[in-house]
């Protein structure tokens, strides 16, 4: 007889193994059974929960998406002013809950993915559709539109590349020099404002 109650559980202990054991290989060559093993279930449960891997992987792309978008949205509630709103959203970005080594590993191996599969190109267009929109609501007020447009668009280009370049350092991700970074180039796309 099933636990009730555990399914939840279950699938979240998946995603978090999967999310793992993306980023201690680097890239999405992992099979179920390993997954499975890291969560502490059985490959068959595994199965079960998520059909195929291609699933499991679909779910912790969604995973990570709600994630972030959580936290995104915690941010810019508590931003008082459009720039405080972009900042907000780098911030978020490069936090210690995003820009952990197997976060980095994970997006980097979805965004390879997604050259492949339509579902992770759909979920990844969600991703850059809210990065913009998030970043227009800070930039927006700020800037003539067209100009608010390419700053975002510079922005989320940084945010993006500073993750493949992690990706592909050893050591621990640096946090601080990446919000520098892209600190440093709204500051001069704002003028000094």
């Known amino acids: ?3 009730v109650g555990m399914q939840p559980v279950r699938r979240q202990a998946l995603i978090d193994a999967a999310i793992a054991a993306i980023g201690e290989r680097g890239s999405l060559d992992v099979t179920m059974s390993e997954i499975a093993g890291l969560a502490g279930v059985s490959s ?4 079960h929960y998520f059909g195929a891997k291609s699933d499991l992987l679909e779910a912790t792309m969604r995973h990570l998406l709600s994630e972030l978008g959580a936290d995104c949205r915690a941010a810019l509630a508590a931003a008082a002013t459009p720039r405080e709103r972009v900042s907000a959203v780098i911030g978020v970005n490069f936090s210690e809950k995003q820009f952990r080594p197997e976060i980095i590993s994970a ?27 998030n970043l227009m609501s800070g930039l927006a007020p ?8 390419r700053v975002a668009e510079g922005v989320a280009a940084l945010i993006d590349g500073l ?12 946090a601080d020099s990446a919000v520098a970074l892209v600190e440093e180039y709204v500051g001069m796309q704002l003028g000094g404002r």
Do not use: C, S
Request: no cysteine; hydrophobic share 50%; net charge positive.
């Open 44 to 47: 068959a449960l595994a199965h």
């Open 1 to 3: 007889m099933p636990k």
């Open 142 to 149: 700020l800037l003539a539109r067209e100009r608010a447009e």
């Open 163 to 174: 993750y493949i370049r992690r990706a592909l350092k050893d050591g621990a991700p640096n």
């Open 107 to 133: 997006w980097l191996a979805f965004y390879v993915e997604a050259q492949r599969t339509p579902a992770l190109r759909r979920l990844l267009r969600v991703y850059a559709r809210r990065l913009n929109a």
